[in-house]
């Protein structure tokens, strides 16, 4: 094992120290991640594609389950994307039958999105298929790496996105 910049045994983890990674374990980090995502990816895009649909179309549908009433604008924040590029997806969604859209109580022009029962039945076909995967990986490595592994992810957001993360997992409370 390479101890780098004279770290002890103790400071090792895996036979680096984590606090001085080079470049090059960096660079296996990221294609890790981009590996992993194509399989986290995989089981919904194979069901997607049955439909037509891509990947926007599970994010809208993934965060419309979170928070049922949410408003478009809600939507548009936590997703990150053009009001144009969300009212495509949403389109179809709501032709098909997927998505309900209703105009919201206080303000007339705000828009409350829920899914239908048919939403709800693909939504759960989704996330199982990712719940599956990630669940077997999780109990691969064990809880404290699921830990780490968290702590890693969150670290990444950027400081706004950690906040929705946050209040997203508190509304489970």
């Not at 089981?43 to 408003?71: C, E, K, N, V, W």
């Not at 995967?133 to 830990?147: H, M």
């Amino acid at each position: 094992m390479i101890c780098e910049r004279g770290a002890g045994m103790g400071e090792m983890q895996g036979g680096e120290n984590l606090l001085f990674l080079t470049d090059e374990q960096l660079r296996q980090g990221i294609e890790a991640m981009f590996f992993a995502y194509r399989g986290f990816t995989a089981d919904p895009d194979r069901i997607l594609a049955t439909m037509a649909y891509g990947r926007a179309h599970h994010r809208a549908i993934h965060f419309i389950a979170r928070s049922p009433g949410t408003s478009v604008n809600n939507l548009l924040a936590i997703l990150g994307v053009t009001k144009q590029s969300l009212n495509r997806v949403l389109r179809t969604l709501i032709e098909d039958g997927l998505v309900e859209s209703r105009v919201g109580s206080t303000d007339r022009r705000e828009r409350h999105l829920t899914l239908t029962e048919a939403g709800q039945a693909l939504e759960r076909r989704l996330s199982d298929a990712q719940r599956a995967r990630l669940r077997a990986a999780y109990r691969a490595a064990g809880p404290q790496a699921v830990a780490g592994f968290r702590q890693v992810l969150e670290a990444m957001m950027d400081p706004d996105m950690r906040q929705r993360y946050h209040a997203i997992r508190e509304s489970d409370t």
